[in-house]
């Protein structure tokens, strides 16, 4: 969408976030002076060198590998806050399975702590270094591992280095006339291993599942040496399956280096569509029968009435006649069906498939649709909806030129609770937002959409944001928000991620989440195989084994 | 310098009065001045967020719909036998006795009319305006549980006005039943709102869920605030009764539910200087049955309208969150586990934030309570007839009373004073008529002609007037009770440890009688006796505490003996005559009646305080022998005798010692 005049769109910041252009705040120059010198560890350096494609200390890049995406990381990367804060001492880059195995016994040797890292693309802060940590930290990064080894055609298997990008790996399949079907918002950057370590889901699971269904093998390096399976078969019973250890260990117990995936051939058909329902409720009834009728088009999403004036304001610039018709079809909405504008929820899905499958799909969709009282609006508007989903951390960026902090998150939770949970959720950021005193007469920015549905629930997914600009203490301000809508999301028996993972940022909810025993099982697992906390990234657990603090004090 | 000062000073002084004034309103004039064209004014509420739009019959047919309601139907068929249909159509039948028929026509029309009927009985319905204007901005945000005092039946009436007034959706009001066979009374309050609930409907699960649902789907949907009585009743008695939790419970479910993110709760104060049905609660306090609610008796109660029943003063307090107030103590999650689909059951820990949350509402609604003169002259007198004085010179009493009102203001008392009344004592007699009266020279206190049969009639003649002037009196207890527990304590000087014991006791004694916080009685001990520090009315050297100012305990004592002496009484009688085993157990009723006639016979002639033959107070003191263990009383109070005579006879050793001055007296 780039190069694409958006003339509406801040009229939509000014209409509805009270953003004031003389409010403009750009970045502040990046100040490397004030980046914490690294800890160096010239032994393992020295020793180290021959395995690694690059190695740098260079501050910038030391910088870009020590944050994710978080509103809080980014707003500090802005501010130039990273002064005291601990960040990777060193950043090497290995090109292959060897290499990692390599550094990893070395790391294990010299004792310094590792953070693998992709795409850089986690929003739960899995990126941060520990601040208590006095060993060498070194990143990991994985993105020079982009390898596609083979592809088989018979048993439609992909083998594929995991440092790999979401898009290189759909555009080099595609050449050869295949595809994953994973397709996260963060696409464009996030990497195959950081799907694998989050456990990513992407937006056409329904027709090619989450990346637990994706994969057929797993390669991770740990300290205690390599974990993989000796067969790459569809199922396997043998105790506990071991990928269950690796799918969302978030770095904490080793790097994974290569992945077998399932691939499909491209589809023979792709289509949009969307439809207006009246209101929220409605939808949300229409995708809860969607799934007990079990026609699952390839992606079926729902956006509730803020999501969709805010998708309205990314359109590109019309002509007269574009604009003439929009009118004809807007009278037709809210006069002569009645909806109210203020109230109507967008649902948008694509097809994907053979061309008469996608047909009986659309259209046992579209008949389900006018039983709860939607209108068809069209594909233009459905391949909108998708495009929204890719532009909003570029959206974010511009918001906080203009003072704005913004975040989204997300939640997994049974049907009979998906509505309450959303407007409960929504009050709850309303609410907490007064009370921090955000500027009055600026209206919080809270809005959801259902992005997955499953037989017994569904995934819903939050954008909020809010003026702080005048605020004395806004990463407080934003921190108090996020925990209290997490709170809600847990007491409306939401879970406490459906794909983002855990990282840091909600660790504190983990042991909630799965008991106490539960996690005791992780720390043993965290334990056994890395005894030394060399995989130190302190996600998901908390940090579980030394720092090195002990050790240099002795 | 000092002449700049002082001026500044008054100045200051006038502006706070001015702001006293702009702080409150005049209700019966509020708007415009001709009742017609009020009722006809523009009213446009704040709705609810997330309303839905819902007429009364599309409202029952969701109840009906629900699936609570649906899950104990089918769970009732396969219990009993019965066939759907006949289920569904007794639940709609429930439905349609319980259901309001909102009107807003209707609510005008009568507003107007009652509207009228206050200018004519009532001299000032003044409201705080900042309680109002905080629930109005609130009322488009979360669904709103109203719960005003329970003094009078006009209760009902001036919520529903105030919120009219000031452009507030007009609450749907749980009442009793009582009203609805009213003829078209009751047809007239369910168009204003009211659903009525039977009083008692035990285990009748049908009733039940249909109840709780009607109650919870208007908080879900926020169609209008929900109000209710926490007292369960009018309290007959001018001080709060102890809170009943199953109404709250059920207001409360759909927040630990997770169907809505947060309940706002309002307690509103209703302060009357007198209220109208005054007369009927004396009697009904004395053992003469409440006469039936019904059209021809409202009809010939008309005759209030010829009295005047002085000021109002509404207060709408500080809004309860119910969200902060649960952080830490409700985990919402635990219910979370359940399917909607499944009715939930309440926790233990849901049931004691309800409880807790209950007393909070309870102190917030005495905090905000107006006392009126008439209640400290009511205290006066009693002091007096307490000495035999059945009459007072009038610049006596104005004195003494001029000197209980300063000492109520000084502990915290908002006692109003009516500016524009030429004499005050005389008001404040007439406020207290008919049992009072003055002729200019002298107040007396009059003796009421005798009419029932259980009583002697010469105590019975007694006791109306002191049962009457004790109600007033109740008025304020709540500002004095924590001190004058204290007082009677420190007869004479006594260690902390030991005032802390006693205090503690007392309070345990007095818990149906007063509303006192749980489980914080170190808390309240520690505010109280500080308060009585500053005012310098105890001093406190070497760990021990002593009251200096003798008048000040006098006054305060004499508060709470009645209270301290009825509660002995009806324990010397149950120690001696209370049935000690199941088989001879006798119901709550008769034996309160039993002691009420024994302590009439006692006392004939000597002294009688009106908490001696005071029903209300009798009941108390036997239900706090059951929550200490000593007494059991079953769950419909028709069995009750002593479990544990051995620690009852030692407890009431121990209490006479405490309460000594009196028993030495007796």
Redesign the interface.
């Known amino acids: 969408m780039a190069g694409v005049a958006m003339p509406y769109l801040m009229q939509w910041f000014k209409d509805e976030l009270g953003a004031r252009v003389s409010e403009y705040s750009p970045p502040q120059p990046l100040d490397l002076s004030k980046i914490p010198s690294p800890v160096r560890n010239i032994e393992f350096m020295e020793a180290a060198r021959p395995w690694c494609k690059v190695m740098t200390e260079d501050a910038e890049d030391r910088l870009m590998h020590g944050h994710g995406h978080l509103c809080e990381e980014i707003f500090m990367l802005r501010n130039n806050m990273y002064h005291d804060q601990r960040i990777p001492d060193l950043v090497v880059y290995p090109s292959s399975h060897e290499d990692v195995v390599q550094l990893v016994n070395l790391a294990v040797k010299y004792n310094v702590v590792l953070i693998p890292m992709g795409g850089g693309t986690s929003v739960s802060g899995a990126l941060m270094c520990p601040k208590e940590e006095t060993r060498t930290i070194v990143s990991l990064d994985m993105t020079e591992m982009n390898r596609i080894h083979w592809i088989d055609p018979e048993n439609l298997m992909a083998h594929i280095e995991a440092g790999i990008i979401g898009q290189d790996l759909e555009r080099r399949l595609e050449k050869e006339g295949y595809t994953t079907g994973h397709q996260p918002d963060s696409l464009e950057f996030s990497s195959l291993g950081g799907w694998v370590a989050t456990r990513a889901s992407g937006m056409k699971k329904n027709l090619y599942g989450n990346i637990e269904d994706m994969v057929v093998r797993i390669k991770m390096v740990t300290a205690k040496g390599t974990i993989e399976k000796s067969c790459q078969v569809p199922r396997i019973s043998a105790g506990p399956d071991v990928h269950e250890f690796i799918l969302g260990s978030e770095g904490t117990l080793g790097v994974i280096t290569e992945v077998t995936l399932k691939v499909k051939q491209l589809p023979e058909c792709t289509k949009y569509g969307s439809l207006i329902f009246p209101d929220f409720e409605k939808g949300i009834k229409f995708m809860q029968e969607v799934s007990r009728q079990k026609i699952y088009p390839a992606s079926i999403r729902l956006m509730d009435n803020a999501q969709l004036r805010f998708g309205l304001a990314l359109k590109p610039e019309k002509g007269l006649i574009e604009r003439f018709t929009d009118h004809i079809k807007q009278m037709y909405i809210t006069r002569l069906r009645g909806f109210n504008p203020a109230k109507i929820a967008l649902c948008t899905a694509v097809f994907e498939g053979p061309t008469d499958r996608v047909n009986k799909e659309e259209s046992d969709i579209n008949r389900i649709a006018a039983e709860f009282g939607a209108i068809p609006a069209g594909e233009a508007n459905g391949k909108n909806g998708y495009l929204l989903t890719f532009s909003i951390a570029y959206l974010r960026d511009l918001g906080m030129n203009y003072g704005f902090l913004a975040e989204s998150f997300e939640t997994s939770v049974?049907w009979?609770?998906v509505s309450?949970?959303i407007?409960?959720?929504k009050?709850?950021i309303?609410?907490v937002c007064k009370e921090q005193g955000i500027r009055d007469g600026v209206p919080p920015y809270g809005s959801a959409r259902v992005t997955q549905c499953y037989d017994t629930g569904a995934c819903c997914y939050f954008y909020f944001g809010f003026y702080a600009g005048d605020l004395p203490n806004p990463l407080e301000v934003y921190s108090i928000l996020e925990t209290s809508a997490r709170e809600?999301v847990?007491?409306?028996?939401g879970s406490v991620s459906h794909h983002h993972g855990i990282g840091k940022v909600r660790a504190q909810f983990l042991e909630?989440t799965i008991s106490k025993a539960g996690k005791q099982a992780l720390i043993a697992v965290k334990h056994g195989l890395d005894p030394q906390n060399i995989f130190g990234s302190g996600n998901l657990t908390g940090v579980v084994g030394p720092t090195g603090t002990l050790k240099s004090k002795l | 310098k000092a002449v700049v000062s002082t001026q500044s000073t008054g100045e200051e002084e006038e502006s706070e009065e001015k702001e006293e004034e702009d702080s409150v309103e005049n209700l019966l004039f509020h708007g415009h001045r001709s009742d017609l064209k009020w009722c006809m004014k523009d009213y446009r509420p704040p709705k609810y967020t997330y309303v839905r739009y819902r007429i009364p019959c599309a409202i029952r047919e969701e109840v009906l719909q629900s699936n609570r309601v649906r899950r104990v139907i089918s769970m009732l068929c396969k219990q009993t036998g019965r066939s759907q249909e006949q289920l569904d159509t007794e639940a709609s039948a429930i439905l349609e006795e319980m259901g309001h028929e909102f009107s807003m026509t209707i609510l005008r029309c009568i507003g107007g009319l009652i509207r009228k009927i206050f200018k004519q009985i009532i001299t000032e319905v003044t409201v705080h305006k900042e309680g109002i204007k905080e629930l109005r901005r609130l009322s488009s945000q979360k669904p709103l549980l109203l719960i005003p005092t329970h003094r009078s039946y006009l209760d009902f009436i001036l919520v529903t006005w105030l919120l009219y007034s000031y452009d507030i959706k007009t609450p749907v009001i749980a009442a009793g039943q009582d009203f609805m066979f009213m003829k078209g009374v009751g047809a007239l309050l369910r168009r204003c709102g009211a659903y009525f609930i039977r009083r008692s409907f035990g285990k009748d699960k049908l009733y039940w869920a249909l109840f709780t649902e009607y109650t919870q789907t208007h908080i879900i949907n926020g169609d209008a605030p929900v109000e209710f009585f926490i007292e369960g009743t009018r309290s007959r008695t001018g001080k709060s009764l102890q809170p009943k939790f199953g109404m709250l419970t059920i207001a409360l479910e759909p927040f630990f539910d997770a169907r809505v993110s947060d309940v706002a709760i309002c307690p509103i104060t209703l302060s009357y200087e007198k209220t109208v049905e005054e007369n009927l609660h004396v009697r009904e306090l004395m053992g003469i049955p409440k006469p039936k609610e019904s059209t021809t008796g409202l009809i010939k109660a008309r005759a209030i309208l010829d009295n005047n029943y002085g000021r109002i003063h509404v207060k709408a307090g500080k809004i309860l969150s119910v969200y902060d107030m649960a952080v830490g103590k409700v985990d919402r999650k635990v219910r979370a586990l359940v399917p909607r689909a499944v009715i939930p059951s309440v926790h233990p820990h849901e049931r004691s934030f309800v409880n807790e949350l209950a007393y909070k509402v309870l102190i917030e609604q005495q905090a905000n309570a107006v006392v009126f003169p008439c209640s400290a002259l009511a205290a006066v007198l009693l002091a007096h007839i307490k000495n035999k004085c059945w009459s007072v010179d009038i610049c006596k009493a104005e004195s003494e009373l001029m000197w209980v009102c300063d000492l109520l203001i000084k502990l915290g008392c908002n006692l109003i004073w009516d500016k524009k009344q030429h004499s005050q004592i005389d008001h404040v007699v007439h406020m207290l008529a008919p049992v009072v009266s003055s002729d200019g020279g002298r107040v007396y206190v009059h003796k009421s002609p005798p009419t029932t049969d259980h009583l002697s009639s010469s105590v019975f003649r007694q006791c109306n007037s002191l049962i009457s002037l004790g109600r007033r009196r109740n008025e304020f207890m709540h500002i004095v009770i924590h001190i004058a527990i204290i007082a009677k304590i420190l007869f004479h000087p006594k260690s902390r440890d030991r005032t802390l014991n006693q205090y503690s006791r007392l309070r345990d004694i007095l818990q149906y009688e007063f509303i006192f916080m749980p489980d914080s009685f170190q808390s309240d001990f520690d505010r109280n006796v500080q308060k009585l520090i500053e005012l310098k009315l105890v001093s406190f050297s070497n760990n021990v505490y002593k009251f200096i100012d003798m008048k000040v305990k006098d006054f305060l004592v004499s508060l709470i003996d009645p209270f301290l002496v009825t509660y002995m009484d009806s324990w010397q009688f149950c120690i001696s005559y209370m049935p000690r085993t199941l088989q001879h157990s006798q119901s709550l009723k008769s034996l309160c009646t039993r002691i009420q006639t024994y302590v009439s016979v006692l006392y004939c002639e000597p002294y009688l305080y009106g908490e001696s033959i005071n029903l209300n107070v009798i009941e108390n003191s036997i239900l706090v022998l059951a929550k200490l263990s000593l007494v059991s009383i079953d769950k419909g109070k028709s069995q009750v005798y002593c479990i544990d005579p051995f620690n009852f006879s030692n407890m009431i050793r121990e209490f006479a010692l405490t309460i000594r001055p009196i028993t030495a007296k007796l």
């Open positions: 049974p009979d609770r309450d949970l407007k409960n959720v009050q709850r309303i609410q809600e847990l007491a409306n028996g909630d």
